[in-house]
């Protein structure tokens, strides 16, 4: 890195039954979490499985200085508001990840502008304050978001991974940069108006694949996270982003071999990883921020 570099470290709190290989995918094993709390929790809510770890995470960031941003997802802040409330009061901020974790494919703009007004409604209720930020559910985001995520009051995006079609998902993003840019100046779709932020997750270089992301730090390890990282960084401003789960138990199932990829390295392995991560990033002069600072900034 040349000069300070603003990083962004962002959770995504939900949970590892919200992985498409589980649920909200066409081809899942459970219809929907309804579904999937009755088999599996024999209950109609879920257990609490993910406090556990996002507690650790907030103490992880506290203790290394790191404010963040979590991206929140309605269905699981209706069943933890406490949760919610604790990841603010420790100064994080708090963006949504819409209310259920589906596809995008399968809503349409009008399922999609719903799943956007409850998601953003239920973190105002309980926050006082309407989220400004939103990652999409899958990292699956279409040009017909953008103006609706507009009108619903929200400044920046950080759904956009720069990467090729993997297994079977086409991230479909044509308008991609590596670092963080306002539609407007860099693309003449889907935002020729407005000045909407999108905050990118970095891949690595030439080979395209997703790098930032904690599933990839668990299957390819933290040396590819920091390649991907250190050649966003080298031109601009960074994402890396993870999930809760990903520091907890792994789940007793029976799981075909692309669901034990995905699964790889759970709990305190992951959890030193991040760690590793964030003191590397330090190290070369990043200065974390959360999703609104780098916004306003970019
Ligand atoms: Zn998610």
Not at 183 to 196: E, H, I, K, Q, T
Not at 207 to 228: D, E, F, H, N, S
């Amino acid at each position: 890195m040349t000069e300070p570099r603003r990083v962004v470290i962002s959770v995504d709190l939900d949970e590892w039954y919200h992985c498409r290989w589980a649920t909200g995918a066409p081809h899942s094993r459970w219809k929907d979490t309804a579904a999937f709390f009755r088999a599996h929790y024999g209950t109609d809510r879920p257990t609490g499985e993910l406090a556990g770890p996002t507690r650790r995470i907030l103490e992880l960031f506290a203790r290394r200085g790191v404010r963040a941003t979590f991206f929140i997802l309605g269905e699981v802040a209706t069943h933890y508001p406490e949760l919610v409330r604790e990841i603010a009061a420790a100064g994080h901020e708090v963006g949504s990840h819409g209310f259920h974790h589906v596809d995008i494919d399968m809503l349409g703009p009008d399922g999609f502008r719903d799943e956007l007004r409850r998601g953003r409604d239920v973190l105002a209720d309980i926050l006082g304050k309407p989220p400004i930020g939103y990652r999409a559910p899958n990292l699956l985001l279409r040009d017909f978001m953008i103006p609706i995520l507009r009108e619903h009051g929200f400044r920046y995006d950080a759904s956009v991974c720069t990467a090729r079609s993997l297994l079977g998902k086409d991230f479909g993003h044509e308008h991609v940069a590596r670092n963080p840019y306002r539609f407007r100046d860099r693309f003449s779709r889907p935002d020729p108006a407005g000045d909407l932020v999108e905050i990118p997750i970095p891949t690595v270089p030439v080979l395209r694949l997703p790098a930032a992301t904690g599933i990839l730090t668990r299957v390819a390890g933290v040396g590819w996270t920091m390649w991907g990282l250190r050649d966003a960084l080298a031109t601009g401003d960074a994402q890396y982003y993870f999930h809760p789960y990903e520091m907890g138990p792994r789940p007793r199932l029976a799981f075909t071999w692309r669901e034990r990829l995905f699964l790889r390295r759970l709990g305190p392995w992951m959890e030193r990883a991040v760690d590793r991560i964030v003191l590397r990033l330090a190290e070369q002069g990043a200065r974390f921020v959360t999703g609104r600072e780098l916004a306003e900034a970019v």
